[in-house]
C-alpha cells in the first residue's frame, strides 16, 4: 500500500476538518491532543451541518431571535416568550399561528424560529402559505402529491408554526382537502 498524505487518509477516513485545524491544536500529550482535534473535527461538523439545515430550508433571508422586536406582538396568557424562543411548543405539539397585519414581524418571527430549530439540529422547511398551497394543488393536479410531500419532508404535514393574513386564507378548491394535508 503506499503511503498516502495526512490529507488523503483524513479524507478516506471521512475526517474532512481535521486537515485544516490540526496546527491550531496545542499539544500537551497524545491524548489530550487526540481529544481536543477530534473534539474541533466535530464542531466543524456540527457547523456545517446547521448551515446546511439552514440553506434547505429555503428562508428568503437569515433572522434571529436576537435581533427580533417582541413589543408590538401580543401572546396569550398561556405562552411565554421564553415559551416561544426554548422551542417547547415543539416538544409539547402545539401550533404557533401568527396573525397580524402587513410589517408587524410574521415572517420574521416565523424564519427566527425556524432558523433557532436548524440550530437544534432539527429539518426545517419554509414556506409562504400561498406557495405552499399552490404547489400541493399543482401535484396533485399532476397526480404526484405523495412524491412531493415526501420530497419536501412532509410526509405527515402537521405544522408546528403557521403564519397568515387573514386576507391570503383562500379556499383549496378540492372536494376532500384532507387528502391534501
Known amino acids: 500500500m503506499t503511503k498516502l498524505s495526512l490529507k488523503e487518509q483524513c479524507k478516506a477516513l471521512k475526517l474532512a476538518y481535521i486537515p485544516s485545524i490540526y496546527l491550531e491544536i496545542t499539544c500537551h500529550d497524545r491524548e489530550q491532543y487526540l481529544t481536543d482535534l477530534f473534539a474541533a473535527e466535530l ?4 457547523a456545517n451541518r446547521v448551515r446546511h439545515l439552514i440553506k434547505k ?3 428568503p433571508a437569515h433572522k434571529t431571535l ?4 417582541w413589543k408590538p406582538v401580543t401572546l396569550p396568557a398561556s405562552t411565554t416568550i421564553t415559551h416561544l424562543t426554548e422551542l417547547t411548543f415543539i416538544e409539547r405539539c402545539e ?7 402587513v410589517g408587524t414581524g410574521k415572517t420574521y418571527l416565523a424564519i427566527a424560529l425556524g432558523v433557532r430549530v436548524c440550530m437544534e439540529g432539527r429539518i426545517v422547511r419554509f414556506y409562504r402559505c400561498l406557495d405552499l398551497v399552490n404547489a400541493l394543488l399543482e401535484s396533485h393536479r399532476q397526480g404526484r402529491l405523495q412524491r412531493l410531500m415526501g420530497e419536501r419532508g412532509i410526509e405527515t404535514f402537521l405544522p408546528s408554526l403557521w403564519l397568515g393574513r387573514r386576507k391570503q386564507l383562500l379556499p383549496l378548491g378540492i372536494a376532500n382537502q384532507h387528502h391534501l394535508i
Open 43 to 46: 464542531e466543524a461538523r456540527w
Open 57 to 59: 430550508a429555503g428562508f
Open 95 to 101: 401550533n404557533v399561528l401568527a396573525l397580524g397585519a
Open 66 to 69: 436576537n435581533d427580533f422586536d
